[in-house]
């Protein structure tokens, strides 16, 4: 359909009208013939019909005239279509930023006859487009002045950017790169090893797929020598997510390389020097300690025989020089073991307390030289056993300890554990060791716990010692996981505690205390003008449910003597001020000669204290007190077990239930006497053996509790010995301890892992040895004591049984059972001897109605292991076997004493 020329008009003034274009028309003299509404508001008019009519110079100012003017003139002589850009003030928004293309305006023969326009507002835009090309500026000085080679590649591969660094590094100008191919680059200036460039292209290829950063490190080649490059590439996503190239940033990591191959080097070096370090320690270790294992081993020895003055003058000073230098040797293994990383923890159930004690012991002897008092305590809450290594505790308690008599010349050194926390698997300890000596300055503290390092230079030539005990004991504390510590005031004493980390053994069990029955209700008056003595042993025989009063002096104890009385026992002090223990064990024997007294005294008053007492007293106790000793002591001397004094070599009788059988296995004959003469010291022999293939043969022959082994022997060595008896199922738990003159970590773990149990380095003390040995007689007691539990809680449960049998069959209850069973206890241990005599008679006749009754009474109470023996008891007399039957009544017996009724 044809639209009129009307309808045609009416839309294209509607469109004017709407439009937000800024549209006109002028004629050749200047005269506005059409416009736009928009571009009429803009021109500061209200309507179109008010700018048509109007010329430039009514509504714009003369410098605007003079440009529009130029325009038009332009435009109708070139008959071209331009644009142009003006600021043009709007009525509301301003000066803005217009835009206006300008085009001839022709008729219908084609003349023109005017100008028409179209204008846009850019204000905006140009805005944007500013602040764009500013955040490009400063994007590419950044791009240009960052220190690594960037660049940008699209998804083909091809160069799109680089910057100035990138040009640097690899000599080329971006002029060239741009555009090309990443291998094409490589290849034509030979910048990369031809593996090198495939890896390049396929990790790109790589980026792409899985759209995540990649980091590598190539070799390249640049100005003919070799280079490492760190290159690290990411994706570049368009709007919609699609990877459209690459950002690369690489940088030089050649130096890092060289650096990080020298480092590699001196560590090879280093380890190298080390290791030459290391066995020339262990070399020149086993060369000092084999001629000393002799030197110090029979210098011990000798010191037990009968000697002069002038003679043991002599030895005392060779052994104090021996020792030192052992002490020096093992010191400084220990340090550069240390700074090797090669010192090792081990991980073995122990009893703590033992610990301690030993520590304690094995310090008396020094500190009562020097009027010093060793005073141990270990708190009821820390566990009998932990898991740990109890060597190294043992080292840091004994350097700790050692240090405080050295420095401490009158009064005491306390030796404390106590439990700091605890959970299933693990538990912390604190120990302090307490003394009343010189103490150390604030100043010097800091520095004490350094190598070769003492409070002063005059503290090392007074006191002697090379300056290592600390700083080893620091180390050692610290692989326990814990700290060290000191509180300390010059002229008072000092305070080391220090924490340590250990397991939680969980198969520790309560042990069988069969001495709390013997010390309850019992009252123990205990003098010592030593108030930390009296507080320990006042805490030790709290746990018995006995009554305990402490005196510190002689008159007091006579005095509560003489008041009070009631006593059972006196455990007395034997050296205090104004009146000694001798003195109050003599006015007790005149009073009450029956009141036994327990002396109590340090190692080195121990001989005098025999000789002037033994009259008047039921037993001696040395100091440090052991716990156990002190337990075990008062059970011997209040259940009179033996018609002579209890000394500690009693006690050690009295722990003792076997007779270690040893094997010594050993080439050398100077060890194997100084060796076999110790173990003949502490009351134990030894079978032994020259190499291992000797070894072998006795242990198939014989039954042994415990073998030293030497490691290095001819024919056969420790190692291999020990390996061949671990693959016999019948040798996997046989006891073998490694004799060794290396003393380095590496040969502890030599043995360790050939299958021996334990370590004793060369030169051998003989306390050291003794420790070793208790340490296995008491493993063997342990599993003695646990067949012990374990048979008691066997025989409970069998007590228990026979009374529900007797109240389900019965009807009776367990109070009329008892009784019951009582009597029937009595009347066994009569028919048990009848029925003895009448076999010893050989009547077999009487012993048959014997074991019948015996039968009957049996079965009619439920004590059916008695009926059944009985039973068999009477099968066999019908044969005549009188022995077997014997051997059944020893068997009821056991069995009924083993009840407990």
């Known amino acids: 359909m044809e639209i009129d020329l009307n309808t045609r008009v009416e839309a294209w003034l509607n469109w004017l009208n709407s439009t937000p274009e800024y549209i006109f028309f002028k004629d050749l003299t200047g005269v506005y013939q059409g416009t736009s509404r928009s571009n009429a508001v ?26 529009f003017k130029k325009e038009d003139e332009f435009i109708m002589k070139s008959g071209e279509t331009r644009t142009f850009e003006n600021l043009v003030e709007h009525p509301e928004k301003g000066t803005r930023l217009i835009e206006t293309i300008k085009s001839p305006l022709y008729n219908n023969a084609g003349e023109i006859i005017g100008v028409q326009g179209v204008s846009r507002d850019i204000t905006e835009k140009r805005k944007l487009v500013l602040k764009v090309k500013e955040q490009t500026s400063q994007l590419r000085a950044l791009f240009d002045n960052v220190p690594f ?34 291998s094409e680059v490589l290849r034509t200036e030979k910048l990369a090893p031809e593996k090198t460039v495939d890896q390049l292209v396929e990790t790109d290829k790589r980026v792409i797929w899985t759209k995540e950063m990649f980091r590598e490190v190539e070799h390249m080649c640049l100005r003919g020598e070799d280079y490492y490059v760190s290159i690290t590439k990411a994706p570049i996503f368009d709007e919609k997510g699609d990877v459209v190239g690459l950002l690369g940033i690489s940088y030089d990591i050649t130096e890092e390389r060289r650096q ?3 480092l590699r080097d001196a560590k090879l070096q280093a380890e190298s020097a080390n290791r030459a370090k290391s066995e020339f320690l262990a070399n020149m270790s086993h060369e000092i300690r084999t001629p000393m294992n002799g030197i110090l081993g029979f210098i011990q020895l000798l010191a037990d025989t009968k000697l002069t003055e002038e003679q043991r003058d002599y030895v005392t000073e060779a052994q104090k020089s021996s020792e030192i230098l052992l002490e020096l040797l093992n010191d400084i293994l220990d340090l550069s073991k240390i700074e090797a990383g090669k010192m090792l923890m081990e991980n073995i159930s122990f009893n703590v307390r033992n610990v301690l004690e030993d520590v304690g012991t094995l310090a008396s002897s020094n500190a009562s030289k020097k009027d010093v008092e060793i005073n141990v305590l270990c708190y009821s809450d820390v566990p009998e056993r932990i898991v740990g290594d109890s060597v190294k505790l043992k080292q840091v308690l004994n350097n700790l300890v050692s240090n405080a008599i050295k420095f401490t010349d009158v009064g005491e050194i306390n030796v404390i554990a106590k439990l700091l926390e605890k959970n299933d698997k693990m538990l912390r300890l604190q120990f302090d060791i307490e003394d009343t000596g010189i103490g150390i300055s604030k100043e010097n503290q800091a520095k004490i716990f350094k190598a070769f390092t003492q409070a002063d230079s005059s503290t090392t030539r007074k006191y002697g010692g090379t300056g290592l005990g600390l700083t080893i004991s620091k180390n050692l504390v610290s692989m326990m996981n814990g700290e060290i510590t000191l509180e300390s005031e010059e002229g008072v004493g000092s305070k080391f505690s220090f924490t340590a ?3 939680v053994d969980e198969s520790e069990v309560e042990a069988l205390d069969l001495s709390k029955d013997i010390l309850e209700n019992m009252k123990i008056l205990v003098v010592d003008d030593n108030k930390t003595n009296l507080k320990i042993v006042e805490y030790y025989l709290k746990g018995y449910n006995c009554e305990t009063v402490c005196v510190e002096t002689v008159e007091d104890a006579i005095n509560e003597l003489s008041v009070k009385g009631g006593y059972d026992l006196i455990l007395s002090d034997y050296c205090m001020p104004e009146y000694d223990g001798l003195y109050l064990a003599q006015k007790i024997s005149e009073k009450s000669p029956e009141l036994p007294i327990i002396l109590l005294s340090s190692r080195g008053q121990m001989a005098d204290c025999k000789a002037n007492t033994e009259e008047f007293i039921q037993g001696y106790l040395p100091k440090p007190i052991r716990k156990d000793d002190l337990i075990k002591c008062i059970s011997l001397v209040m259940n009179k077990t033996t018609d002579s004094v209890v000394t500690n070599q009693t006690l050690i009788e009295a722990g003792s239930n076997f007779k270690l059988r040893i094997l010594l296995v050993e080439d050398n004959l100077i060890n194997q006497k100084l060796i076999s003469k110790m173990l003949a010291k502490a009351n134990l022999s030894c079978d032994i053996a020259n190499n291992g293939k000797e070894a072998l043969d006795a242990i198939n022959a014989n039954k042994y509790d415990l073998v030293f082994m030497d490691c290095q022997m001819p024919v056969l060595d420790g190692y291999e010995t020990t390996r061949i008896l671990r693959e016999d199922v019948r040798y996997k738990s046989l006891p073998i301890i490694a004799l060794t ?24 003390r003989y306390t050291s040895l003794i420790e070793m040995l208790k340490k296995y007689n008491d493993l063997l007691n342990e599993e003695i004591e646990s067949d012990i539990i374990e048979a008691k809680m066997e025989n409970e449960h069998e007590l228990v049984t026979i009374f529900d049998l007797i109240k389900a069959d019965l009807g009776i209850e367990r109070s009329d059972s008892e009784a019951l069973l009582v009597d029937f206890g009595n009347d066994l241990m009569c028919q048990i001897e009848d029925l003895t005599n009448s076999i010893i008679n050989n009547d077999c006749d ?24 009985a039973k068999e008891i009477e099968e066999l007399l019908a044969q005549n076997d009188l022995t077997s039957a014997q051997r059944l009544i020893t068997e009821i017996k056991t069995y009924w004493s083993n009840l407990g009724v």
């Not at 803009?42 to 440009?67: L, N, Q, R, W």
């Not at 040969?747 to 149990?757: E, F, L, R, S």
């Open 42 to 67: 803009m021109a500061g008019f209200s309507s179109m019909k008010d700018m048509i009519g109007k010329t430039d110079e009514e509504i714009f100012s003369p410098e605007m005239v003079k440009i």
């Open 149 to 182: 080679a960037l660049w940008i590649k699209d998804v083909e591969g091809k160069f799109r950017m680089v910057n100035e660094e990138y040009e640097r590094y690899y000599g080329l100008k971006k002029e060239y790169i741009i555009g090309k191919h990443m």
């Open 260 to 262: 990080e191959q020298n």
């Open 501 to 503: 980390e250990f397991g």
């Open 741 to 764: 003159a290396n003393a380095m970590q590496s040969d502890y773990q030599t043995c360790i892992d050939a299958g021996m149990d334990d370590y004793l380095a060369k030169p051998l």
């Open 846 to 869: 009487l012993a048959s109605k014997v074991a019948h009754t015996i039968k009957g009474s049996a079965g009619n109470l439920r004590i059916n292991k008695i009926y059944e023996l």
